[in-house]
């Protein structure tokens, strides 16, 4: 085990990404004290019963007093809130962090709520299932996977590899960066294939002349692999839309301009330009396996029939 980087770690939110933090710490002793909330009464309980926490808290204002590292496991609509009601109670030298997949937002509205001598840095952790609430979590769920700090200007530098540290014991990969850049990414690698993918399944289930039954029966892997990702949490992706629709709008954009031109290729029998595209979009895939970031396992590594795993593939 490593030497704890943190005496009281506490976690606000505790869905899939609290938990697997929470199961991630306990793994290398980056903790001594692990401290929670949730909103509700079943989810404390739950999270105490399998071990998530030492002491559960009925407010988040009660869980943050003690603690040296705060981490907002909330979605990223709730930030404000939260922040507005912890700010008051948060010790000198603490560090606050949160693991939403927006950044700009948290930035310029978190940031003025947190009090001088507390350092703020924002972080997103690039790893997740389509699962949710405190027992869907495991300890593997951030091996070799980045996480992205963000940082504001002025930022004590000390905080940011603190953190670095505390990330790289949970097992990610960890970058620094602007958190517009961020923004930007994270919309094209994440939100608008999602935001594809909440369309194509509405897309399928709304056509007249193919019944639902048959949009079931009949899925191919590519369809199935949509559906596992619009089975995502839905108040988590309403968030991220609405605090990131500078970006996704001009990624959408782009998309919409290639998809025009695939949509001409089509449409004129232009079979070079389509084999170059699909050779191309091939080239990445392969670059995103060699990376470590997914396997080349049939089936995406999952068990066999199609069910998803909770865990991510790896090579």
């Not at 009090?115 to 495991?138: L, M, N, Q």
């Not at 540290?165 to 949970?170: A, N, P, R, T, V």
Request: proline share 5%; hydrophobic share 45%.
């Amino acid at each position: 085990m490593s030497k704890p980087v943190f005496d009281t770690v506490a976690l606000i939110g505790i869905g899939l990404i609290g938990s697997s933090i929470s199961h991630a710490m306990r793994r290398a002793g980056l903790a001594r004290r692990i401290v929670g909330h949730a909103r509700t009464e079943a989810t404390r309980a739950t999270a105490l019963r399998i071990g998530l926490i030492g002491t559960a808290h009925a407010t988040a204002a009660d869980a943050v007093k003690e603690a040296d590292l705060v981490i907002l496991c909330v979605p990223v609509g709730a930030c404000v809130r939260v922040a507005e009601e912890i700010g008051a109670h948060l010790k000198p030298g603490a560090i606050l962090t949160d693991v939403g997949s927006v950044k700009g937002v948290l930035v310029r509205e978190v940031g003025p709520l947190v009090p001088d001598g507390v350092h703020f840095v924002p972080g997103h952790p690039i790893a997740g299932t389509e699962h949710s609430g405190p027992e869907s979590g495991f300890a593997e769920l951030f091996d070799n996977r980045w996480c992205i700090l963000t940082p504001p200007e002025g930022t004590d530098p000390a905080a940011t590899e603190k953190l670095r540290i505390f990330w790289q014991g949970l097992g990610s990969n960890v970058e620094v960066m602007d958190a517009d850049h961020h923004d930007m990414v994270l919309a094209i690698t994440s939100h608008v294939p999602h935001l594809i993918a909440f369309n194509i399944v509405n897309t399928a289930s709304h056509l007249e002349r193919v019944t639902d039954s048959e949009v079931i029966k009949f899925s191919a892997g590519g369809f199935r692999d949509f559906t596992r990702i619009a089975a995502s949490d839905p108040t988590m992706w309403r968030d991220v839309f609405l605090n990131n629709r500078d970006a996704v709008l001009e990624m959408l954009a782009r998309f919409t301009e290639d998809l025009i031109h695939l949509q001409r290729s089509i449409r004129y029998g232009d079979g070079e330009t389509l084999f170059e595209l699909f050779t191309e979009a091939r080239r990445t895939r392969r670059g995103i396996i060699q990376a470590g970031q997914d396997t080349a396992a049939p089936n995406f590594g999952r068990p066999d029939g199609g069910a998803a795993s909770t865990k991510p593939a790896k090579t």
